[in-house]
């Protein structure tokens, strides 16, 4: 089981940018499969990106070409960097290990999820 801890959450005016950090500990994070998530209120969560442990990536459509996810396996952390932000961006972030090897963005299969960090756009 790995433990996880976004940070980087915050007010930002549309078109504005952020950065999502997320640490890792507990786990062999540099093997695992990583994704980023949101949950806006009312909403399901929804997939935002993900990076394999060989770096490939997959986004959504809605984020695609403003949204990057990286990582750095030396510090053992995950990354969102968020630009051209807009206001249907407003969530709840949330970082998840899957279980799997592969670019699913089905919630159920990522194993373990940190606690959330908001980020709210606003117009």
């Known amino acids: 089981q790995v433990q996880l801890v976004e940070s980087g959450g915050g007010l930002v005016q549309t078109g504005g940018s952020l950065r999502l950090s997320c640490a890792a500990s507990?786990?062999?994070?540099?093997?695992?499969?990583m994704g980023w998530f949101r949950q806006a209120p009312g909403k399901e969560r929804e997939f935002v990106a993900v990076?394999?442990?060989?770096?490939?990536?997959s986004y959504a459509d809605t984020v695609k070409g403003r949204f990057t996810i990286s990582r750095d396996n030396a510090k053992n952390t995950l990354y969102l960097q968020m630009n051209t932000l807009k206001p249907e961006d407003t969530a709840v972030y949330y970082c998840?290990?899957?279980?799997?090897?592969?670019?699913?963005?089905?919630?159920?299969?990522?194993?373990?999820w940190g606690q959330g960090a908001q980020v709210t756009v606003f117009s």
């Open positions: 507990g786990g062999t994070f540099r093997t695992s499969t």
């Open positions: 998840a290990r899957q279980r799997w090897d592969t670019y699913s963005g089905n919630p159920g299969d990522y194993a373990d």
């Open positions: 990076i394999r442990w060989n770096y490939s990536t």
